[in-house]
C-alpha cells in the first residue's frame, strides 16, 4: 500500500486543494469512494452507510473540482456507488481508454500521479505496479502539458466540444506524453531508441514481429522484455516473437497472487512510467495512453534470463484484465433532486431508435426522444429512492444493451434527504411529532435501509404500537396542515411535497405499498388526499408540481362504520 500512505500524505501537505482530477482504465466506485474521496474531503475513511451519508455532505460542503473519468465498458457494475462524486465514461470507439493519472491542484503547486495502476484495490494494493509522483508550479510549462491531455479527455467524455489547438514541445528533461488517434507516437518518438530498450508490460501484442518491423525499432540491437510471469514460465501472450533481437528477463520471483502491472520503458537516455503496454494498440493510435518520461544516464539492469511459454486462449481470457467489453454509444442521465426530474442525452453521436431506458428502482420508460423523462409522482418516488442504494441506469434496444451508467445528481443541497419513511410504523412515528412534523429525528434513531432488500409491509390490522390509532391519525394530519400554513418559499414547498423524511410523495408511496381493505385505511387515504387538495391548491404560487389524488380502498360498510364516519360529517 505504498502508493495509498504516499496519496494520503501529498493530501495532507496540501492545504485547500482546489482540483482533483482521476483518470483509469478499470474503475471500482467502492474503492474510490471509500479510501481515495475520504482524505481529499478530510474525514475519516466511512465504514458504514450513515458514515457515508456523511461524505456526502462533506462533499456538498466541498469547493474542490472532483472528476473521474473511466472508459466507458470498464465500470465495476456489481458494486453500489453511494457518493454524489462524478463519475465520467470516456468513450473510444476502437480502442480502450487507458491512462492512470491523478492531478492535484492547489493555490501555490500541482502534484501529478502518472503510472499503471488503475482505482481499484488491485490497482493500489495487490498488484505490483509503477507510478512517477512529481510537484510543479503552475506557471510550469508541464502544467500546459497537462492541461491539454484533460482537454481532450474532457472532450471525449462530452464536457467540451472545441478541441485545443495548442502546439506542445517536449525539448524538456521531464515530459508528459501522451497519445490517441495517431500512428505517429510521440511516445516512441521522444524514447530515443538506440542501442538498448527495457520493457517492464505484462501485456504483449501476438504480432510483436511486425511492430519490431516499424522504423522507430530499427536501430535496437537488442529489446529486453521483463513480463509478468504467470507461475514460473507463462507470459501474456498465445505467441512468441521470433525476432532474435528479442531477450525475456525476470527481476522478480513469480507470485501467482500478485500480478506485476507495471509498464516501465527505459532506453539509452529515456525512462517513461505510465500506462503503455507493449502492444500495437497501446503504441501506435488506438488506445488512450499517457507517461511520464525523463532523461537518465546509462544503465545497466542485473536481470536474470528466462525462457517463456505462452498462455493460451482460454487462458489468456480468464487472466487478461484488459478485456475489451465495448457499448455501442455513450449515454448520461441526470436526476434534479430541487425540480424532482430527470435528463437524459447521448454524448458519443450515435443514432438508434426504440429506445428503453431503465432507471434506478428498475423503472422502465420508452425513449422517443432525449432530453427530459417523464415520470408520474410514484416512479419519481421510487427512482429517487433508488438513487441513494445504487446509481446504475441502462439503455437498451429490444433485449440488447447498448449502455450501462451511473446517474449524475445536481442541486442535493437541501433536497436530497437519504433518510425516508420506509413502512407505515415509520409515518406514523414521524410525523406525529409536534415540534418537527416534516423531520427525521425518530428515523435517524434507526438503521436506515440502504440495502436493497423491502421490508415486510405492515399490517394495519395486526400493528400494535400504541401510536398507531386514530387519535395519533388525525393529530398526524393536523401538524401536517399546520407545517403547510408556514410554508414561505419554493424550497420550503419543494421539502414538504418532495424532499424531506416524510414529504407526501413518501407518504403517498408507502400507503399505496401497504392498502388494507379496512375503515382505518380508508380514513387515512381520506385525509390525505384532503391535504393534497389543499398542498395543489395552495402551494400552486411556488410552482410546485401538482399531486395526484390516491385511489381509495372499496368499503363494503356495517352501520357502525356509517354512523362513525357521520361523526366526522363525512358522506359516503
Not at 465500470?75 to 462524478?86: P, S
Request: glycine letters at 2%.
Amino acid at each position: 500500500m505504498k502508493l495509498y500512505t504516499k496519496y494520503k500524505s501529498i493530501i495532507e501537505g496540501m492545504p485547500n486543494i482546489e482540483k482533483a482530477y482521476f483518470t483509469t482504465f478499470n474503475l471500482s466506485p467502492e474503492f474510490f469512494e471509500t479510501y481515495l474521496l475520504s482524505p481529499l474531503l478530510e474525514v475519516d475513511i466511512p465504514d458504514n452507510d450513515l458514515s457515508l451519508e456523511d461524505l456526502n455532505l462533506s462533499l456538498e460542503e466541498s469547493n474542490i473540482d472532483i472528476k473521474v473519468f473511466y472508459d466507458a465498458s470498464m465500470l465495476a457494475l456489481n458494486e453500489k456507488k453511494r457518493t454524489l462524486t462524478r463519475f465520467y465514461p470516456v468513450f473510444m470507439e476502437n480502442g480502450l481508454f487507458h491512462p492512470k493519472v491523478i492531478y492535484l491542484e492547489s493555490a501555490d503547486k500541482i502534484v501529478l500521479f502518472i503510472g499503471s495502476g488503475n482505482l481499484t484495490l488491485s490497482g493500489w494494493g495487490r498488484n505490483t505496479e509503477a507510478f512517477k509522483i512529481i510537484e510543479f508550479e503552475k506557471k510550469d510549462y508541464l502544467k500546459t502539458q497537462v492541461n491539454k491531455f484533460f482537454s481532450d479527455v474532457e472532450r471525449l467524455a462530452g464536457l467540451r466540444t472545441n478541441k485545443s489547438q495548442i502546439e506542445l514541445n517536449y525539448d524538456h528533461d521531464v515530459n508528459f506524453i501522451y497519445s490517441f488517434e495517431t500512428t505517429n507516437t510521440p511516445f516512441l518518438e521522444q524514447l530515443n531508441l538506440d542501442n538498448n530498450l527495457y520493457v517492464w508490460s505484462p501485456y504483449f501484442s501476438d504480432k510483436l514481429d511486425q511492430l519490431l518491423d516499424h522504423t522507430y525499432f530499427n536501430s535496437l540491437k537488442q529489446i529486453n522484455i521483463i513480463p509478468d510471469l504467470v507461475g514460473n514460465d507463462k507470459i501474456r501472450a498465445s505467441i512468441l516473437p521470433t525476432n532474435s533481437k528479442v531477450k525475456y528477463y525476470s527481476n522478480d520471483k513469480p507470485n501467482h497472487i500478485k500480478m506485476n502491472h507495471s509498464k516501465v520503458w527505459i532506453s539509452d537516455s529515456k525512462i517513461a512510467i505510465g500506462s503503455y503496454n507493449f502492444t500495437k494498440e497501446a503504441l501506435f493510435g488506438h488506445n488512450f495512453e499517457a507517461a511520464i518520461m525523463e532523461n537518465i544516464k546509462g544503465i545497466k539492469l542485473p536481470l536474470d534470463p528466462i525462457i517463456p511459454m505462452v498462455m493460451s486462449d482460454s487462458e489468456l481470457l480468464e487472466e487478461s484484465l484488459d478485456i475489451d467489453v465495448k457499448y455501442k454509444a455513450v449515454y448520461q442521465l441526470t436526476a434534479n433532486w430541487k425540480d424532482r426530474n430527470f435528463c437524459i442525452e447521448e454524448i458519443s453521436d450515435k443514432d438508434f431508435s426504440n429506445l428503453r431506458v431503465v432507471l434506478p428502482g428498475n423503472i422502465k420508460v420508452d425513449l422517443q426522444d432525449m432530453g427530459e423523462i417523464k415520470l408520474d409522482i410514484h416512479q419519481t418516488e421510487k427512482v429517487f429512492r433508488a438513487l441513494i442504494k445504487t446509481k446504475i441506469f441502462s439503455i437498451r434496444c429490444v433485449d440488447d444493451i447498448i449502455f450501462e451508467g451511473l446517474t449524475h445528481e445536481k442541486h442535493t443541497c437541501h433536497f436530497r434527504e437519504p433518510l425516508k419513511v420506509e413502512t407505515l410504523d415509520d409515518v406514523f412515528s414521524s410525523f406525529i411529532d409536534d415540534k418537527d412534523p416534516l423531520g427525521a429525528k425518530t428515523l435517524k434513531n434507526r438503521v436506515p435501509n440502504f440495502e436493497n432488500n423491502i421490508e415486510e409491509k405492515l399490517d394495519f390490522k395486526t400493528k400494535t404500537a400504541n401510536y398507531l390509532n386514530y387519535y395519533n391519525l388525525f393529530r398526524g394530519f393536523s401538524n401536517m396542515r399546520q407545517q403547510l400554513d408556514s410554508i414561505t418559499n419554493y424550497n420550503e414547498a419543494q421539502k414538504y411535497c418532495f424532499s424531506s423524511a416524510n414529504a407526501l410523495s413518501s407518504i403517498i408511496m408507502v400507503i399505496e405499498e401497504n392498502k388494507q381493505e379496512d375503515l382505518f385505511t380508508y380514513i387515512f387515504i381520506d385525509e390525505l388526499n384532503k391535504l393534497i387538495n389543499r398542498v395543489n391548491k395552495e402551494l400552486n404560487i411556488y410552482d410546485v408540481s401538482k399531486i395526484k389524488r390516491i385511489n381509495n380502498v372499496d368499503l363494503n360498510l356495517e352501520k357502525s362504520d356509517i354512523k362513525f364516519l357521520k361523526a366526522f360529517r363525512w358522506s359516503v
